[in-house]
């Protein structure tokens, strides 16, 4: 049997990183905003001014502190980030205001809580406006595209099967890439209509006698019109996983890994369907 395996656009194989980011990294996140506000609420004990310096130091450290933290989560505009990982993204804005309302009641030294004060806003701008820029298009009514886009990559998905096992042509029908000749390494079809820019392809793979794994990567020229929707299926040759890395307009990365070792050459033809939508359509 075939394998079928297939992920939405961008989509990267689950990592270690990712998992510490989406899950653990909001435990000191928790504890560095309420550590800030258990000492923000006890600094009407505090009797000793804290010097310039003093301030100074916690500011910058505080700073830098949420530098790292807010490496560790990520930026919360990717797409593979959980909540937990936002929420520990915008604790460290809580934590940084806490510390800096912090500083001014407990220093004596306007000047040096000022330093910070800037400082402080300055960090905030330059990690908000990176995340911002990082952030996906939003659509005007994204409920009916994706309808659309689903709909018609299921269903050129559908007929790419039942044309490799019903089709005889070395191209297969018309509108799919269906099965490829033995000579061909790739067979693409690339149309638009309303919606936006579809390609049709299919892709032979040849594994060498005990190679398992195998990355294949495919070049849009010219460049797709936005960052597109991207289904893969097993047409034919040994059983497959199949994993979509990175996805851009200009291209995409597969990853592929036979689920046994083979003593001798083999090889895989699949299909891939890409689908992005156009500037008009969104």
Not at 67 to 80: E, I, M, N, T, V
Not at 82 to 97: N, V
Not at 142 to 156: N, Q, Y
Request: overall charge negative; proline content about 5%; charged content about 15%.
């Amino acid at each position: 049997m075939n394998s079928l395996a297939s992920e939405s656009a961008g989509e990267r194989p689950t990592s270690f990183l990712d998992v510490l980011r989406n899950t653990s990294v909001i435990i000191p996140c928790l504890f560095a905003c309420f550590a800030a506000f258990l000492l923000l609420a006890r600094s009407h004990f505090y009797s000793t001014p804290i010097q310039t310096i003093q301030t100074i130091a916690i500011g910058l450290g505080t700073i830098l502190g949420i530098g790292c933290l807010r490496g560790l989560c990520g930026l919360p505009s990717k797409p593979a980030r959980s909540p937990l990982a936002k929420w520990g993204w915008y604790l460290q804005t809580l934590t940084l205001l806490q510390v800096s309302l912090l500083l001014t009641v407990t220093s004596a030294y306007s000047e040096a809580t000022a330093i910070i004060w800037v400082l402080s806003v300055v960090n905030e701008v330059v990690w908000w406006t990176v995340n911002g820029r990082q952030a996906p298009p939003v659509t005007t009514n994204p409920a009916e595209t994706d309808h659309v886009i689903e709909e018609d990559i299921e269903a050129r998905l559908l007929s790419s099967l039942e044309t490799s096992d019903s089709v005889d042509s070395p191209l297969g029908a018309v509108g799919t890439s269906g099965e490829i000749a033995a000579q061909t390494n790739q067979s693409w079809i690339r149309s638009r209509d309303e919606y936006g820019e579809s390609i049709s392809a299919s892709q032979r793979a040849l594994f060498a006698a005990g190679q398992r794994f195998q990355t294949i990567h495919l070049a849009f020229i010219p460049e797709l019109p936005g960052i597109p929707h991207v289904d893969v299926t097993s047409l034919e040759g040994p059983s497959v996983e199949i994993m979509v890395g990175e996805v851009q307009g200009f291209g995409l990365r597969l990853e592929l890994k036979l689920t046994q070792i083979y003593d001798e050459p083999v090889e895989v033809v699949i299909q891939v369907e890409v689908f992005a939508e156009s500037s008009q359509a969104a």
